[in-house]
């Protein structure tokens, strides 16, 4: 799904490129409850900000090894993990469309993976679309189902599932709008459709997987989760009884498995042994919009990416004549550069909050 330079016209671009900026904007303002803790609004986090900012980072590091892996979906045709859902879920959705952003700037201006003329046409498709589209399915899912772990598994699956064909429509519309090449929308709005389904039912089962296996250890972390968190009980007359919410101080926290230290150190783990080794063994066949695009003709005003020519393009590390080596040095390298990007990113976000929420008269006081 990453959009290269050439498919979309300028003024689209522009277009797409001010609703990115527009959407990061209200994102960094979502992001600072979502990071920073509170309970109030709707978009407010219970979660604190000491604990969901490095795992931000983390999501973001993650997405970008598991986007390393291409899997099979049909006849000459790969597909590769979007994100949003997974970010969503995991860390909510205003910091999601950052995880996400994070993950595409890395790889357009390191790995020219996606056009740089094309980032808010990426930003707006990989991180906006699927994060907004996949968070509203996931909670109108979760308000329908028992509040249980596998209904937040179930519901991570259908929303994921979602979200990646979601994202194909929305390239197909702007490809109606601004697309550089006369084509038959309607025949492309098909075929794009119909490989992202399948491709999202790789994107529903890695998301249901990590949701999965991040509950099973630590429910207090998922930010789609936060539902789950036993209220306190009194037993009267021999039954329990939830205490009401205004005379709760706070939820009873689910018993975690493992520490945040050792959540954050097997989840970097586990992204680098994606990226640096298991991506060698990756699908070599064209992800669903190159092989659309090559059949229909959109790619043929395709142009070469300004950082063609950079050390790390095409996630290889130049002048190194091993393809595996090289492949996994990339994937290792990537995964660093991101995790240490977002959790800079997150920890500024946060850290602003913290300082918003320090006013002069609290501090007489």
């Given at each position: 799904?990453?959009?290269?330079?050439?498919?979309?016209?300028a003024?689209?671009?522009?277009?797409?490129?001010?609703?990115?900026?527009?959407?990061?904007?209200?994102?960094?303002?979502?992001?600072?409850?979502?990071?920073?803790?509170?309970?109030?609004?709707?978009?407010?986090?219970?979660?604190?900000?000491?604990?969901?900012?490095?795992?931000?980072?983390?999501?973001?590091?993650?997405?970008?090894?598991?986007?390393?892996?291409?899997?099979?979906?049909?006849?000459g045709?790969?597909?590769h993990?979007?994100?949003?859902?997974?970010?969503?879920?995991?860390?909510?959705?205003?910091?999601g469309?950052?995880?996400?952003?994070?993950?595409?700037?890395?790889?357009?201006?390191?790995?020219?993976?996606?056009?740089?003329?094309?980032?808010?046409?990426?930003?707006?498709?990989?991180?906006?679309?699927?994060?907004?589209?996949?968070?509203?399915?996931?909670?109108?899912?979760?308000?329908?189902?028992?509040?249980?772990?596998?209904?937040?598994?179930?519901?991570?699956?259908?929303?994921?599932?979602?979200?990646?064909?979601?994202?194909?429509?929305?390239?197909?519309?702007?490809?109606?709008?601004?697309?550089?090449?006369?084509?038959?929308?309607?025949?492309?709005?098909?075929?794009?459709?119909?490989?992202?389904?399948?491709?999202?039912?790789?994107?529903?089962?890695?998301?249901?997987?990590?949701?999965g296996?991040?509950?099973?250890?630590?429910?207090?972390?998922?930010?789609?989760?936060?539902?789950?968190?036993?209220?306190?009980?009194?037993?009267?007359?021999?039954?329990?009884?939830?205490?009401?919410?205004?005379?709760?101080?706070?939820?009873?926290?689910?018993?975690?498995?493992?520490?945040?230290?050792?959540?954050?150190?097997?989840?970097?783990?586990?992204?680098?042994?994606?990226?640096?080794?298991?991506?060698?063994?990756?699908?070599?066949?064209?992800?669903?919009?190159?092989?659309?695009?090559?059949?229909?003709?959109?790619?043929?005003?395709?142009?070469?990416?300004?950082?063609?020519?950079?050390?790390?393009?095409?996630?290889g590390?130049?002048?190194?004549?091993?393809?595996?080596?090289?492949?996994?040095?990339?994937?290792?390298?990537?995964?660093?550069?991101?995790?240490v990007?977002?959790?800079?990113?997150?920890?500024?976000?946060?850290?602003?909050?913290?300082?918003?929420?320090?006013?002069?008269?609290?501090?007489?006081?």
């Amino acid at each position: 799904m990453h959009v290269p330079d050439g498919f979309i016209d300028a003024p689209t671009s522009v277009a797409t490129g001010a609703v990115a900026a527009a959407a990061v904007a209200l994102s960094l303002r979502g992001a600072r409850r979502e990071l920073g803790g509170g309970t109030s609004g709707a978009g407010a986090a219970d979660l604190g900000g000491e604990r969901t900012a490095p795992l931000a980072g983390l999501v973001a590091a993650f997405i970008f090894a598991v986007q390393m892996l291409n899997f099979p979906v049909a006849a000459g045709t790969s597909g590769h993990l979007l994100g949003g859902a997974l970010a969503a879920i995991l860390v909510g959705p205003y910091t999601g469309v950052l995880c996400v952003s994070v993950v595409l700037l890395m790889q357009g201006i390191l790995f020219a993976d996606g056009g740089l003329t094309a980032l808010g046409v990426n930003i707006t498709n990989m991180a906006v679309v699927t994060t907004v589209v996949a968070y509203g399915v996931f909670r109108a899912l979760v308000k329908l189902l028992p509040r249980t772990r596998r209904s937040v598994t179930v519901a991570s699956f259908v929303a994921a599932l979602v979200s990646v064909p979601a994202s194909a429509l929305a390239f197909t519309l702007m490809y109606a709008v601004g697309g550089t090449t006369d084509v038959s929308i309607g025949k492309v709005a098909g075929a794009m459709v119909g490989v992202h389904v399948l491709i999202g039912i790789g994107e529903a089962a890695i998301t249901a997987l990590t949701v999965g296996a991040v509950i099973a250890v630590r429910p207090d972390l998922v930010y789609g989760a936060r539902d789950l968190r036993q209220r306190l009980q009194l037993r009267v007359n021999g039954a329990l009884v939830d205490v009401p919410a205004s005379e709760a101080a706070s939820p009873a926290p689910v018993a975690a498995r493992a520490s945040r230290r050792t959540l954050w150190i097997s989840g970097l783990a586990t992204s680098l042994v994606l990226a640096g080794v298991v991506s060698f063994y990756a699908s070599a066949d064209p992800d669903g919009l190159e092989k659309v695009a090559a059949d229909n003709g959109i790619d043929r005003k395709a142009e070469e990416h300004a950082y063609a020519d950079s050390p790390l393009a095409d996630y290889g590390v130049q002048d190194v004549d091993d393809a595996r080596l090289s492949g996994g040095l990339a994937g290792v390298i990537g995964v660093g550069v991101t995790v240490v990007a977002g959790s800079a990113v997150f920890w500024a976000v946060r850290r602003r909050r913290a300082n918003e929420d320090v006013s002069p008269a609290s501090t007489s006081v």
